[in-house]
């Protein structure tokens, strides 16, 4: 935010240092352990700088920024100063670095590019940062060095909100969804033409370490030596990437297996999966699944898979929660895509109470009314646990004829069972034309977890469930339109998978820092006027 120019006679605002009582934020301040600050650049300004002062003197009491400049204070900042070596030219103060990368994501400018700009003419930067102006290399470094500590701050946000009574951290509402990858989606190439661009690159490198001029390029390569040897890099990760797939694609039943000289890949990002975004695109992506607590705005986990879809993420997502706040969900809200039949196997196991409409959506379901069914639904014939047996409409008992192990993703299997009805009873029923379109009969097939379903969509049809579940679009649906709108995560800055968890574990980072912070000062506010109508009593 650029501020404008302070207008004449304009009151000077209270210190909100003054006004907000520091015990009531994040928590207790933690013990922290800095190296001396002098192996630091020393920053231009300090809070008696004239400069300082006139931007702390128009920023608004409840500026975004002062609540990241209060709440980075109070997080313990020990292993990010012990990451600097303390050698060659001195680096800027790592803290006020931190808040100004705070501050830009939440403002949806993710990339080092941007902070190095911004903090030239973005006076709530200078304000943070106390004057000081990182180069744009010292920028990416700095998001290099955040990504292994990110994880800590998270769980310290997170714990604190958990002592403080914000959230239990045991219930919450899981969603995912795709984020552009910062990589082409006009250059997916296949193997063949790989290994073709890949010999050509190798003669060119080859060229440029003889110091000679490699004549005419072409379009596809880097125009540079040093950006070409980082494309060699690229063009190796793809290779293994492109091999790995080849191989799945093997291991696949004949009839679904892909024509091998379809498979492509992303030269520019080979991590990123290949898949339709929202729009319907068919792009480099990643998958962001985050986990929103329903007692209030925090968001209890997040992590960026390199897939298209949501498929398998319930259970991992569960276990990120628990290695952010230390404690095990017991309530889940989400989508139908998360709950598969081995999905609410391990939700059983677990003793998660699992939320989400098993196969339909809100799309689905008035469309599957409106059509007629092609046969007799499966839901008409009766289960008789006792005979292990199904019973048909017309009351004849169905006949086990098979069963087999079906592989899911992970090297995970489910045994099916099929049954059948004897043909003789089929050719001569009146509703053989509404149940079956086959000469042997109509057959039924059994998952071994089919139990399971039959209680899941028991619950999910009770008034309790329908109105757990309806917090969900309250919650985690508002944080990915918030995150998209206005934090600009649609797509990533970043190139590769690792660049997209830190840019999401900055944005969360940041959401959490806020909210908690926002809790303490309610809180805060309440016991001053707790004690004040205490006092007038
Ligand atoms: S067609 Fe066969 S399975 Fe279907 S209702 Fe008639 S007897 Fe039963």
Known sequence: MILPPRPQGHRRPDSPRRSIDPLGAIGAVPPRDYPHLDRFAVPPWDHQSPEWRAIDDDLPVDHPARTIDEAVDRLDLTSLFASYLGVGSRAHRPDLMLKIVLYEMQTGRHSPDHWASDVRDRRCLQWLGWGITPSRTRCYGFRERLGPLLETWNRQVLGSAVVQGITTARRGSLDGSTIAANATRHRLVNLS???????????????????????????????????????????????????????????????????????????????????????????????????????????????????????????????????????WLKEILADTGYASALDLFDCARAGVDLYAPYQENDWTEPRRAQRRPRQIPKSEFTWRPDEQAYVCPQGHRLTRISQETRGLTEGRTVEVTTYRFPKE??????????????????????????????????KMQTPEAKAIYRKRCQTVELRFADAKEHRGLRRFRGRGLEHARIEVGLCVLGHNLLVVQAAGRRKAAEGQNGTSCQVAA
């Open 193 to 327: 033409r790989l290994r073709r661009r890949s010999e050509e690159l190798d003669r060119v490198i080859a060229v440029d370490k003889t110091g000679q001029d490699p004549g005419a390029i072409p379009g596809w390569m880097a125009r540079r030596p040093a950006t070409r040897r980082r494309q060699h890099y690229r063009f190796c990760e793809a290779q293994r990437e492109l091999l790995k797939e080849h191989a799945r694609n093997a291991r696949r039943p004949r009839d679904q297996r892909q024509d091998p000289e379809k498979i492509v890949i992303s030269t520019s990002d080979p991590r990123a999966a290949l898949g339709r975004d929202k729009e319907k695109v068919f792009r480099p992506l990643y998958t962001l699944e985050v986990i929103q607590d329903t007692e209030s705005p925090l968001v209890l986990a997040y992590e960026v898979f390199a897939q298209a879809t949501d498929a398998g993420t319930l259970m991992p997502m569960r276990r990120r929660a628990h290695d952010l706040t230390g404690i």
């Open 425 to 458: 009873h089929c050719r001569e029923c009146p509703l053989a034309r509404r149940c079956t379109s086959s000469a042997n009969g109509r057959t039924i097939q059994r998952n071994e977890h089919e139990d399971l379903i039959a209680a899941h969509r028991a």
